[in-house]
């Protein structure tokens, strides 16, 4: 029994549970970038060479000889997988920058130091002039 407590302690921990919203969140997210690279990014791309989808640059490596395939590098889908990435590294890196400085700015203004106590006024003066004159 002591094997399942520890287990049930960890996986019911705070940060498990927010890994395990944060991959879903996350997998989410590459769905959306996937679909901005593939749906906005790479017909633009895709155009300016010369109208090619580069998901159908291949190299025949060997042609197709009656029932057995033909044998290609697929270096299309490379590129494709790798411009995913660069965009999915950049998208999380300008989300990561901009939790950075709310935190920044955050900390400056939970440090900043506190005004100074205001001068008592011209009433609180007298009053306190005439107590240290009475006590002499």
């Given at each position: 029994m002591k094997f399942i407590d520890e287990f049930k302690a960890f996986a019911l921990k705070g940060n498990v549970i927010d890994m395990a919203v944060g991959i879903i969140i996350g997998g989410a997210f590459g769905k959306i970038v996937s679909s901005v690279v593939n749906d906005i990014i790479m017909p633009p791309i895709g155009l300016l060479v010369g109208g090619v989808n580069f998901t159908d640059l291949k190299i025949v490596m060997k042609e197709?000889?009656?029932?057995?395939?033909?044998?290609?590098?697929?270096?299309?889908?490379?590129?494709?997988?790798?411009?995913?990435?660069?965009?999915?590294?950049?998208?999380?890196?300008?989300?990561?920058?901009?939790?950075?400085?709310?935190?920044?700015?955050?900390?400056?203004?939970?440090?900043?130091?506190?005004?100074p106590p205001a001068?008592?006024?011209?009433?609180?003066?007298?009053?306190?002039e005439i107590r240290d004159l009475l006590k002499k």
């Open positions: 197709a000889v009656g029932n057995a395939p033909a044998v290609t590098l697929n270096y299309g889908n490379f590129l494709q997988v790798t411009f995913d990435f660069l965009i999915i590294a950049f998208s999380i890196f300008m989300v990561i920058k901009f939790m950075n400085n709310l935190n920044r700015k955050k900390e400056a203004a939970q440090t900043a130091t506190p005004p001068a008592p006024s011209k009433e609180e003066q007298l009053l306190t």
